[in-house]
């Protein structure tokens, strides 16, 4: 175990949960990237939703939701804070409206993000922009490779006259190199839709597909063994679109599918995950005005929270392998 | 393949999914039904409820929401109207308050439907109306078979003196001849009941009964073996009430009972049906006044567009024999 | 009184308030503009929204409310529909997330409309909108006179780098001399703002300006000389923000100002400007995701039924003007 | 002041307000009316709505506000239980679904309270309630005088065919002379109507009407002048339609009319109406699945306070003018 | 079967179940214990609460839901009053605000409720409530097992400085010697928590605890086995946080945690607890302010009526066993 | 004008205001007041509140609504930081569910921001908490002038047993010598009351009293020269309860009491106060649960911003007086 981290949460038994300034579990609201080992940023964009609007408001609600967490996670048996420092970096710049110019700025801005030691950890905003997030990512790693928990594919090749919208990051990301195919899954997908080549074309561009019915079928530790053969140890971005999880459970997002999962079943999957080599993670498509008893924000703090307790697992294998081998003759 | 169907909904690539005026999926509103082959129709009629009402607002929720919907099924692999011409024939006319007289004016209002080459589906609407729209289908078809997912058998004697109530519409249509009993199923029923003699009334009557707890227990694929055994190939009438699915997954109902079954659970069941020969659909007891996230409209529109996709799989696979036999020497 | 128009609402003594499809008033869907004398048109963009976003779903909203409008009118004392006739004429096309395009599909949808014998009448999407509408005006009208009902003055050089938003189209209309501002006002502004200039700058850039502070001081009778004075008698186009009135009679808007109006305010003022000459009009900026209570939709209807009573009131002036001067020996 | 009345709220020094079943003002629940000076009776019935429906849980709500309720009224000075022994006497029976059958329940069941020493207070379901509510008033007093405050007359002949809704019961009552129109007033009446008959049908009728225009215009000292003139001092009965109150102070009613009053205007309305011979009141329309605020059933919940604040005041003058002409040489 | 109990629901043939006074299942409002089986009572405290409060109107919430429920319960095969009689018995008193007198009015109010033949069923309040109601059951029975149904172990030594909340009443319990730990269960522990002692502690306490995962993996019967061996035949106290459920389906809860279990689980889980000895059991955490669809307060009303249905069954087989030794020769 | 303030709102021409963490008016989150001139400080308290609970929310939904607030004040003419620096002091700490360690920590608390040169701004939390507050105040300035604008003049002896409450903070504060009686004034006092000495009592204390009933009817200009000269020029603390507003304006709030006033009303009430020598101010019970549509948090924070908007002038002034002295041969 390491000494002290430079930031970690407010004190819970001092301060109650309830009280202190929404950042992300109540984490230093902090800019400078040293001695931080992952940081929390909004990316409240959203002028790429093709149904509903308001993810803009996605971060504030998430970290609303956030104070609820505790630092110690005893599935993995881990106190997050004894392995991680850990920051709210704020907000990224966007200009609401305004999608490709946003793009560049968020692109801009995530790039110290992934240039630093720290693990960045996104909040959306809509899908779109995990398009400039991998763009910044492979800036530092190459391809990465990519695991998508969504309800749709977000694959198409445009949206009225080939622009970018919430449905087509992926496609983008593959036409500019970003994605290493081979090593990358799509999850969840579900649901009615355009035409017949939709599924068929998730496949014929190199991921490894599980549907949602497939998913279903199979069970969780099934499609965890597809995953972790498929990702291998490379450099990997994981998206996690809230849509994936049933309606009853994340009713707050743009364009829900009924038939999706449960919370307890997300929980199970990204727990699953342990071991990969995350360099950078999002969570996407929070909509508090569509989400009246905060459920959706609940979850999404709860997954984000898995997100960082796959890093803290991370350091604490890397510490270990280190103490290990220094401690070799 | 047939050639482009007469009716079919907006291009969504053309007219983004919020815009335009509410008809299902966006079909065109048409009142003749040449050429047509399902018609959704609203039934917006409460005055039979015996606890909440409100679900004479049910099909403009439901009609709100389907503007989700796509036109290809992935889970049947098939592109809805390469096979069907589909249409939004409005609301029946009803006299709020009036139930017998709006019994009569549903069911004359129904007639057409199911006198012509269109296969209806009814938006409810209170439970209640399932007994006119029979009326009208035994009409044309003589006594149909009835699988009727629900918490509640609605098979009462009657309710607060006789009458007739959201409670007693089966038992009504027994009385009436309007059911082939030895191949109608009664599946979901749970929850607190009045005596004794309420769940195995349902099996006196004659129906098959599947109860929610029993459905729990053996599983969707054995409930479906039951259910399509029984069935046959005779002409057979599909009521869902909103009600079988869990409180979690459509609050907005009249009588909610929990230990219900999810959304995925409802798309397992009813994509298992396929093949069935259904002359007629309702699904009733959407009541959006209780549904602030709007997920039991959603889900009620996805489940429609199940029985569509039943339709439209129907068409194909009769099709499919004409092309057979037509090619036979 | 002319003869029976030939497009007016259904039946509510046949068909209740709460059945049919959701037109605006039940009004025939009509995309044909012969024999129609207003015509209703929804406007779903919101992608020039600053802070909250949800005015696609603005139309859908209005339209449901507008179920409980009835066709006489008992403070003009008139029949709508004695003299009118309407149609609700669908969406114009729009895409989201791209204002420039969509601002061009939107000018060109609406110049028909203009064009035609109908008075439109649009329903937002955010106030980017109006620009687009008023381009359309123009071309038909030449610079016409604005009355604006607005929390906020809408003439900013920009935001975010110069670009188009709701908060900027009354700007571009001046620089591009779509409007008379020799007739023009705007009323109702209010709130804390950017900087010293934003209100002088109203007054700089040549309208009639009444503050919400002022009109609340002066009261309505005095307002509506005011603008009566100052209009006259040339085209004018009437643009109303629902952010006019108070956040407690209409919560669902995307920048609420505390300090503003009722609704019988509302009403006061537009049934006093009675004889002016219309050449359309919109109502703008109502989102329903924030609306839990469906109040803002409710009062919006309403306000958009004040405009078609003043076409009424116009249509019967000119046929009474007419009947009177073709009587003249 | 009299000795202490038999029936009295909860001490809330004892017990909070928050705590115990939810009685009107936690009264006690007595079915028998001997020492009861008021009793408050739930009429939850709503098959009469002809748009939404729901106000057969009115008295739910309202009583479940009226524990905010304390006993002493500062504007009267009157201490309420110094002067009245009051119950809450439970819902009266009906049948929902059935109005004909209902509204003889009603009248049966509330024939008691009327014969009796108590004045009966009674607590909606829709508007058509106040018709038996009349006849068993008659039964007992001859033709009354009626105050209404209502957004809308409720004269019309019928409704689909002849039919009683919640729209006619004033024009069965006075077919049937349960009223005393030359002592009877409406007032509030405003919003679209179906014909130009619709608002001087209430004055051919016989009413004195002060329509929501004219009393926005006159002022509450006004108006109060008229229907105190009007009402003079034979037995009175008062019926309050919460769509009196503009929608932003009371959204949760069956067909609310924008441009109404708000809280403290009924307020006034009301206290101005002290020394009128009341026989009993009821308050309407109160639609708890439209109210997420919870403001339409305290509005509601007050107002019922005003008219048990009344009846205070008049048992107090009573007592007065006992005392007085008993110490009378 | 015994004779009529002296206390039972309203008919809700006669009296539809949305009509009366709000008590528990519209059960009588007494507060005498003689002949009565089982008495409901509120605890509306929530001062303990550490995150939401509001657990105050939790019993007023599950009066309201409770209307739903019918006598027989088709599971058990048992009309419930056939073999009980059972009364509202209102709430006990509390002091809002003052924890340590609130616990001593709890206490001694609980008293007599333990003291007498009736099992007292309590509706909470926030889970603090438990610690002075397990020292009212202690008195009578000595120490007593704990089923306790809880996303969080409760066993905290304090918060804040050493005090009492609801995240410590079954520490303070332990220690003052009113459990037999030897024969208690803790299940559905889950979600982070403050350090690594948190999940060990409930097992070095005594419990034995089954945590959500573990519940999760091996199954319902799996649990139920090891619970039921554990408990045996002595006194046992049934405490049931309703965060124990999924936010889902009980999003209306103090401290919500995700990766919980739906309301089927739970009528399985609390059905297959028949033939324990309960001599009470407590419900608490339900938030009506945070449970906009009001599923919790349904959910919670259905888990009382399980509740109440193992008290039915213990009485029918106590009779048997009477029965059938007073048979006996 | 002084040169550019220390701190100042993140600027939302190039971060929107829907980004970003969530201070108030998105002001650095700082906790030294060296260079500050308002200070914002969260008190999120609630444990006195004797109806409804939340208030503990309240500081995080004024904070969200705040983000709305611009930098220039039209009315007073004036740019906040032009005269002003001003920063999120974060919250008080606090214990919940103990009322009399909560105070003493809230006092201490407070105490160095009444040191300091910076004015405080709290945002309750309950009203209980304005009894610290007070006595923080009165630390440094001794006695002062109370401005209370309430539904109810929270000065009962007790509540419960002679504890503290939100129900009696000002009758404390007077018995601690904490208020200069002969110049405090409360204001909106309306609604029931427990008994005929409640409102006799703040004057029988030496509060000028400005009934609701009394300021509808003089109207807010004669009421505030009530006020200004009551007030005179020393020391003054501004105490706001949100209930003051009607719950048609601010329905989230604890105990809200109808016949209140608009948003508008409150709007020109605080700024006649300008030129009143204020040391602090309060905003208090402002609940965001019971707050749907967000407005009561909108119209808290617009209230905020007036106090700050009455800081800036008083600083504007001071400065041009030391101007005129300076310049002054």
């Known amino acids: 175990m390491n000494e002290t981290p430079r ?31 992952f940081a929390i940023a909004g990316v409240p964009f959203d002028t790429g939703g093709t149904y509903r609007v308001g993810a803009r408001f996605g971060p504030e609600g998430i970290r609303g939701a956030s104070v609820l967490l505790r630092p110690y996670h005893p599935e993995h048996e881990i106190g997050i804070f004894d392995y991680c420092s850990g920051v709210d970096y704020g907000d990224l710049p966007v200009t609401p409206g305004y999608l490709p110019e946003s793009h560049r700025q968020i692109e801009q801005a995530a790039a110290p993000l992934f240039q630093s030691s720290a693990t960045p950890i996104f909040l959306g905003g809509d899908h779109s922009v995990s398009l400039p997030l991998l763009r910044a990512a492979a800036a530092r790693y190459g391809p990465v490779a990519l695991i998508q928990f969504d309800a749709h594919g977000d694959v198409w090749h445009g949206y009225f006259g080939g622009k970018d919208t919430h449905g087509t990051p992926f496609r983008r990301a593959i036409e500019e190199g970003l994605l290493d195919l081979s090593r990358s899954t799509q999850i969840g997908l579900r649901g009615s839709v355009y035409d017949a ?15 949602a019915v497939e998913l279903h079928q199979m069970g969780i530790p099934a499609a965890l063994d597809l995953i972790r053969r498929r990702t291998g140890n490379g450099p990997t971005y994981l998206t996690f679109d809230i849509d994936f999880v049933d309606p009853a459970y994340a009713p707050g ?23 990969i080599c995350f360099i950078g993670y999002d969570l996407v498509e929070v909509m508090p005005p569509y989400d009246p008893a905060g459920i959706t924000s609940l979850l999404a703090a709860n997954l984000v929270y898995e997100f960082i307790a796959l890093e803290a697992v991370q350091r604490r294998n890397h510490e270990a392998q280190q103490h290990g081998s220094s401690q070799a003759p």
């Open 7 to 37: 930031y970690q949460p407010m004190d819970a038994m001092v301060y109650p949960r309830f009280s202190g300034i929404r950042t992300f579990m109540r984490l230093p609201h902090v800019t400078a990237l040293e001695g931080v080992d």
């Open 197 to 211: 080549n939709d599924i068929p074309l998730s496949r014929e561009l190199g991921f490894q597909l599980i549907t």
């Open 253 to 275: 997002t743009g364009t829900p599918e009924v038939g999706g999962f449960s919370g307890a079943h997300c929980l199970q999957l990204l727990r699953g995950l342990v071991g």
